[in-house]
């Protein structure tokens, strides 16, 4: 089975730190890869940064259909793309954020998250609400380090602990880490708060395997079904999709890369 | 005051189509203008297409920016990019989507969706929700014509208004079209159906001026905040944003054109 | 275009303040007029002030009927009566908490109000839970300063900027003010904060010009349909309504004033 | 003990339907006693006659106030006026229609609603989205007869089954009787469909009853407090309040009459 | 009439203070017993003691119905197995957590709840959201003391007192107690905070014996239709069901006692 | 790694059936054994029977606490004792309609569930709320055939392929199976429907192994923290709880067997 992680950022070294989270985690037999795209900036941390990194994702996305990719993680706490990619893609996508979140239900009945930027508070609360977890995610917290700080900055453990601490002292049972960046942290953090601290690296890989071993991919019925074939022009004429055949598979579907 | 409607897709009729019903309820003073991208799908029928619809209303935004318009329209059911659009623009930022479900709810309690294609429905319920329209929204209902038909199909008004008499026995009190390529329909199914019908493209039209009178813009504190200089590379590199500087106003902020 | 803004309470004065705001922001060609009650309480601060305000503006709504009034605005923040008001209006009818409500969450994505007594907060929670808006409204917090003290209180403004600057450490990203008499310290207000702050009677009167540019109207069909001519006896007598008309516009009716 | 049951609405016939059947209900030591307002509508179908009865509930309960009654039901299923009464008295308040649906919750997961016309469904959906009941509520269908015809129409019994048959196959396991003049057909319209069927009158007879023998009031802090002395003019000036004196009850107020 | 209030654990002392207090509200003609379980723990603060008092509170249902009770109520404020006892009984079964959160919400917009151990505050969000009251409950508080303690620990009404005040600083206008054993707090803090105090063991004792002047008893349509007749084996064996029979009453079944 | 697959009903062949489906997806190294209880009914469908699984449930999970098992699966779809046994348990402790829920949100926005007797729906619907899925899950639907009929009744199939079509009909985009039961029927169901269909049994246990992957076990800290030391008396004595003792992993307990 193989699994790829696609970094949407343009930033070798993080690609790199998320793939040796990635590799520790996947199941005997489960080949795990960090990709990251040809294009895009080189962090996120705004709507902007977000919605220009997506064509990189369907970018790597249609490549791993091209090679028999089986699943993906998009690891970016946003989750951008989520949705276009799932059009695309023959086996399951999977977005960081909603993978920790699902995981962290699993461990507790209300968690918190901890994110970088307090700009990005928005997008967060945005997922949590799309994916049912209102009720369950107490508190978003930033500690105010820019993504592409936190392998340097001395201080990146202390600041995440104490955030880590204040939504446990609203309620939180448990942790959710708010960047792919942060992945390195998880065991140190739930160290030091003393409850369970998830990163969503590893349970998107973790989820993307499991949802493989099951035959589950997105449906091919509706929304997810493969976008059609359709004129696209200019900068972005090489993502025009010649066309989209359905194979013999119990559910899912072929679809042509760009 | 300048109000500039963006057609996100490559679609020229399309864009005169709107560019018409804009002007039409625009109050003395305001000038509209329609554009479209140099960039992306001649229409938009899945997420894969409205995530590579995005850079191309950016980049218009971008434009916008440098020649001065005070508000956007996104003219697309699916109001896509619209987060990124307000972090770029110093004015408000309209989806057509928002834009008339709001003034559906002002008119009747409980209002219902007609839309294009049945796998657009998904996107239709992810923006009732998170604009908080859930309880007000009755149902999404497609009637199976593609965007780029809405034009030339004989059928077209028959089938609208056969769907909206079906949300309307479902309780809907008002009409939501959901798409930009049935503004020139909207007379028509509510003389037909006998309930208010809300174009989104004059909604969004008369709720941007609105905004600009009342000197609201997107805020600049938090979310919406100018994105950050950063590396943009590859494809997307004319993307890149300089610099990012608040001017005295109010609120509000001048960012640079990518 | 006429446009009347119906002051729900007694005091002149406070309809004067109202007239002047709304006419500012009015786009040429929408002639605004402001006007009170004949009857009911001096101001309004608790259901049951509020509860005897409305037959005072069905009374204002039933004399713009006869004066041909294309929309109406409800200028006190409890909408007081605006269901009511819409059965018996032709043309739109717009309070200023649901006007202020959607102009916010059209530029930021949550926001927090501020309003009077701490005893009307709990009717903003229910226009703000009806209206759609439970996930956006961070907070509503009270200033503690009466209605009929606002234009007299030497202490008014630096009380609602701090109240204003608590919502926004909160996490809000725009204010809204909640109540008419706080109309003219919108600008103020912004300008000490640095978030976008709204004004329900500016946002209510553009909502309603609006609506009418769009020919929309309360919808004739089910819940707003005209009330039914029936007995009303007693000190109230003068309002039994004699007949109710349809008349050939696509949507809306005639009705017949009290 | 004192229960009041006041019919908003002027039609002697039902003041006494609604009595007999509250008395029926009342425990050993209960007093309750029907009244109706000196003014307003002859029924209750719109939220124009509900808004205009709201003054003549308000008159009873201050009366009642004068002569010692010690809790209050509001007989109309639209709950008109609840929250200002609640201000206005010194021992609770209940609405049949809030009394029905909490009763109905305690017997069945889900509830479903037969209410008289079918304008009526916008308020009874509005109130089961304040009390909470959204989930719990399955449906709410309109039998379509006028309120002054509950008593006449020779089909009543078999609409209102047709209807609760409805709402069961939707998935109801509890029927709510939308309407105090539905209040004699509680029991055959049970052993007709076979599920619970809920009366609001008795309901709210007995809720009000078992409030007042456990000392609870409307709560005087907050939004429930006494409303303040102010001037009230024009045709409704005899409601205005000249003083509000709190007793030394541990919780509730002495309110002055209107 | 019989009511039988069953307290969950096995601790008589408990038991007796429970039967007291319901025994005072009871109104006349209502005959009120207390019992508690032969089986199971000596209180209840945790998931797993709440799981292992479920037989013992069924086996005492079981009694009940042989012995002809017709209302019952579980007091211990997790309100368990109340979904189960509601199949068994053929009359009306109450939780004393539901009772509390219903009364409370009648007489105060929000309220808040104060229980004993930190612990438990989980199962009470889910009992809040279970009955509708998310948007009423502004907060639950623990006030740090187990169970069997609240007897004779001298802190426990300054405790509560305390945390009762906290919540009302949070916005609530009541306050819900958490616990059975804190029953005979409830007007000494209502005193103290100048809120009314709910105690769910009277409220649940007087809306038990309201369904039953009512008539009302668990739909025996659907989920809680008598169990069916199975094999139970081991431990539990004694708790098979033989059979289950309906009678002739309009709704409600006479069911055999395990 | 070991993963423990509890069938909480005695019914030995189910138990076989379960453990089957359990070990074809569980990753190499993972060791899956299948148990049921000592005590309790033949098969779960209703909450009296549920509840008087759940001992059987704990101490299943006692058993494995003292062998070193790691995660844990509870087999009904009812998620029958989960909060007790995660108290219980020092590693994960999933329950199938939880997992597939979970899974079923990865691959398609809204699903729906097919359940075997139509009084199971209300704990379905109850679950779906509290594990955040009430807006993805489209309808629960019954195909009226018993647990213990599942295996045998040579119609399963056809019946619970009309109502998986009947759920994708409503909007579905996927299907869970609402019965362990029909973990077998996966695949054929599937290849039917054309959509993604969920068996709990195999998500549960995936599920479960990631967790223990991951290193994530339930929050010791509040809730799920182990239960306390205490007396259980009667025919439940052997459930007694002697000690709890905290060990020195980051999170989560040594807890000692009932």
Not at 59 to 73: H, K, M, P, R, T
Not at 152 to 163: I, K, N, T
């Amino acid at each position: 089975m193989r699994i790829r992680v696609i970094n949407p950022n343009t930033t070798r070294a993080m690609t790199d730190l998320i793939g040796r989270s990635a590799r520790v985690v996947a199941s005997p037999g489960v080949l795990v890869d960090a990709v990251q795209p040809t294009m895009g900036p080189a962090s996120i941390e705004s709507h902007y940064e977000e919605a220009l990194a997506v064509p990189g994702i369907l970018e790597q996305v249609a490549l791993g259909e091209a090679e028999g990719v089986d699943g993906y993680v998009v690891a970016c706490f946003g989750d951008p793309g989520l949705d276009a990619a799932r059009e695309l893609a023959s086996g399951p996508v999977l977005g960081i954020a909603e993978a920790a979140m699902h995981a962290a239900s699993l461990v507790a009945r209300r968690f918190g998250i901890v994110t970088t930027l307090d700009r990005t508070r928005g997008r967060a609360h945005e997922l949590v609400a799309r994916y049912g977890f209102a009720d369950a995610c107490v508190e978003v917290r930033a500690c105010e380090i820019p993504v592409l700080d936190l392998e340097h900055d001395p201080d990146v453990l202390a600041r995440v602990v104490a955030e880590s601490r204040a939504v446990v002292e609203q309620g939180a049972e448990a942790v959710v880490l708010g960047c792919a960046g942060m992945t390195a942290l998880c065991r140190s953090v739930s160290d030091e708060v003393g409850v369970p601290v998830v990163d969503g690296v590893t349970a998107a890989v973790l989820l993307a395997q499991s949802l493989v071993a099951m035959g589950l991919r997105p449906s091919a019925r509706g929304e997810y079904a493969p976008p059609p074939a359709k004129p696209m022009t200019g900068l972005l004429a090489g993502f025009e999709i010649m066309s989209a055949t359905k194979h013999d598979a119990p559910f899912g579907v072929v679809r042509s890369p760009a």
